[in-house]
């Protein structure tokens, strides 16, 4: 709510010209069909701000209108009625953007629908709730905001983010070189993770150009810069230390069964870990953290041994005659997945 007010104070202090053709349209309801109607009257696109996300992704699959929602992820050409009953028409650009709560219980219900492509286009968070609070922090510089933001909004009109905001030869080589990373990434995943994480190429890309405006709004500057190296550097670290995190936590809490998430999440460690074979120690407190008890361990581990992950070795007799040890070998090709290279130091603080 504080960060749609201070767009709505944007928008409340502009003139009607500029309000139609720089702000987007900030609405609370309505289809991507009807959203698509609201964009052919204003320039920059449409903003969905909903409490219920899961439900609107729910009914676009149902209404086979995710199609429209997906090109408003990119800003493209969609084919729609001006009115319900109108012939249809096609809308060259349709800029969309979403805003939205989601409940856990909702979206995985909303996922079976059988479309993941477009929860696959969001950024999540869901940050750990603390229970200490206070009353007297210090107040927000609005006055400061709102001139970053007018700012943003009132550039030439000539200026557009998609054809004049350029990325220059130090920012394109830097993407390059993330590029065999985030594949690594998304090869090492599966199912909507790895839908999610093919979109981190695209999602840095936008990260970086909505980093380098916002420090051209701050310092000033007649024209837009092309976008250097070093906001693509802090936009995969936004990207990798922020959003990966939470998108993971998100989507193996809602991607599959319990016990599946957990196998998931115990592969992906064994294709970190240098362990060529492992105990039932390693995978409950090391790979799970220690989540679960021995005997749902032994049921994760029954899960990658029939995935092939791992493999049972002969029992062996502890140090003078103790308990037996059970041990298991780790697959070698789990690990041909490239490693990542790790975000640097600056990179990690750029992105806090």
């Not at 380098?212 to 701050?218: D, E, R, V």
């Not at 319990?258 to 592969?267: D, K, N, S, T, V």
């Not at 294709?271 to 032994?298: F, N, Q, W, Y």
């Not at 062996?316 to 040890?325: C, F, N």
């Amino acid at each position: 709510a504080s960060a749609r007010w201070l767009v709505e104070w944007v928008e409340s202090t502009e003139d009607e010209e500029i309000r139609a053709e720089r702000l987007p349209r900030i609405v609370a309801d309505g289809t991507a069909e009807a959203l698509a109607r609201a964009q052919m009257d204003f320039r920059r696109g449409v903003v969905l701000w909903t409490d219920d996300l899961a439900g609107w992704m729910a009914d676009s699959v149902r209404s086979r209108r995710t199609r429209i929602a997906l090109a408003g992820w990119r800003a493209g050409e969609v084919q729609v009625a001006a009115t319900p009953q109108a012939e249809t028409v096609a809308l060259e650009r349709f800029p969309l953007g979403i805003v939205g709560a989601l409940q856990l219980d909702e979206f995985a219900a909303s996922l079976g629908e059988g479309d993941n492509d477009l929860a696959a286009c969001f950024l999540y968070a869901w940050p750990e709730p603390r229970s200490c609070a206070s009353l007297d922090g210090p107040v927000a510089d609005c006055q400061e905001m709102h001139a970053l933001l007018r700012r943003l909004n009132r550039q030439d009109r000539d200026v557009t983010y998609t054809e004049d905001v350029s990325f220059g030869p130090e920012a394109m080589a830097r993407l390059a070189a993330l590029l065999p990373a985030i594949r690594s990434l998304m090869v090492e995943a599966d199912g909507l993770e790895a839908a999610w994480i093919g979109k981190g190429p695209g999602t840095v890309a936008r990260l970086a150009a909505l980093l380098s405006l916002m420090h051209w709004a701050q310092d000033g500057g007649d024209t837009l810069p092309a976008i250097d190296g070093r906001f693509v550097d802090e936009a995969y670290a936004l990207w990798s230390g922020y959003f990966l995190p939470h998108a993971r936590a998100i989507l193996d809490h809602v991607g599959t069964t319990p016990a599946e998430r957990l196998a998931r999440r115990a592969a992906r460690w064994l294709r970190r870990s240098p362990l060529s074979e492992v105990s039932l120690r390693h995978i409950r407190r090391d790979a799970l953290a220690g989540r679960i008890d021995a005997a749902a361990t032994e049921d994760v581990i029954e899960r990658l041994e029939i995935g092939g992950v791992l493999h049972a070795l002969a029992t062996r007799t502890g140090p003078q005659g103790g308990r037996s040890l059970r041990r298991w070998a780790v697959n070698p090709s789990v690990r041909e997945v490239t490693a990542v290279p790790a975000v640097s130091a600056d990179d990690s603080t750029a992105a806090t």
